[in-house]
């Protein structure tokens, strides 16, 4: 998998990169200070991921992650950060990150966490689950109202099996764990996964379960 690291911390930046290239399955191909450099260098290399910083010099993350959503929609995007206000995880799930590391976390959990974007799409650790319920009680909070009715039973709302897979996804299963749990082929479920994206208009899963959180299709106590 070849992956980009876009930080402007040169040391953390470089041990990073050290310790993604002793991973046999990932390879470090570019290295940026900031959103404006990693940019400006994008299209010389073949990337499939990038570990995006939020706070950084010139073009922050946010920024960053919203270009390559509109021009390099295929990139997967893994924010990698110190940053883990509530404002802030919510801004980055609203942009379609496909998963949210704090670089305080075990090193072993950024290889799990790199692997399940490779082969499933998202990253969706306990860790992630912890910031979205916080973010959920914080917005309804923000709002102070009631969250709005469950959409209408019609030919767009999600079926009893794909509100099943949300669930499990939100605990950290694989779609081959999902296969397995549910005793479907693996394609099926992704078959799922790509139909539940289009009826929820979500960017990514980690989007998908807000929906579900937000119209409670899902509670809070089940991620």
């Not at 930080?7 to 399955?25: G, I, V």
């Not at 990337?47 to 929609?73: A, N, S, W």
């Not at 917005?139 to 039973?153: M, S, T, Y």
């Not at 289009?198 to 990514?204: A, C, D």
Request: net charge negative; glycine share 4%.
């Amino acid at each position: 998998m070849k992956v980009a690291i876009v930080d402007d911390h040169q040391l953390f930046r470089k041990s990073l990169a050290h310790l993604l290239n002793s991973f046999d399955e990932i390879e470090v191909v570019l290295q940026a200070n900031n959103g404006r450099e990693f940019l400006s260098s994008i299209d010389d290399y073949d990337i499939d991921l990038v570990l995006l910083d939020i706070q950084m010099p010139e073009m922050d993350g946010f920024q960053t992650c919203r270009i390559l959503k509109d021009k390099y929609p295929n990139i997967y995007v893994l924010i990698i950060s110190q940053l883990t206000t509530k404002e802030s995880i919510h801004k980055v799930m609203e942009l379609g990150a496909h998963g949210f590391f704090t670089k305080n976390s075990d090193p072993v959990q950024l290889h799990n966490a790199i692997i399940s974007i490779k082969e499933n799409g998202y990253y969706f650790g306990n860790e992630l689950g912890s910031v979205i319920r916080e973010v959920m009680l914080w917005e309804k909070k923000r709002n102070d109202e009631q969250v709005e009715d469950a959409f209408e039973i019609d030919e767009n709302c999600l079926t009893a099996r794909e509100i099943e897979i949300i669930k499990l996804v939100s605990n950290g299963k694989s779609s081959k764990e999902i296969s397995e749990i549910l005793n479907i082929n693996v394609r099926t479920v992704e078959t799922h996964r790509k139909h539940i994206m289009e009826k929820t208009n979500s960017k990514n899963f980690i989007g998908v379960v807000v929906f579900a959180l937000k119209y409670q299709l899902i509670a809070l106590e089940e991620i």
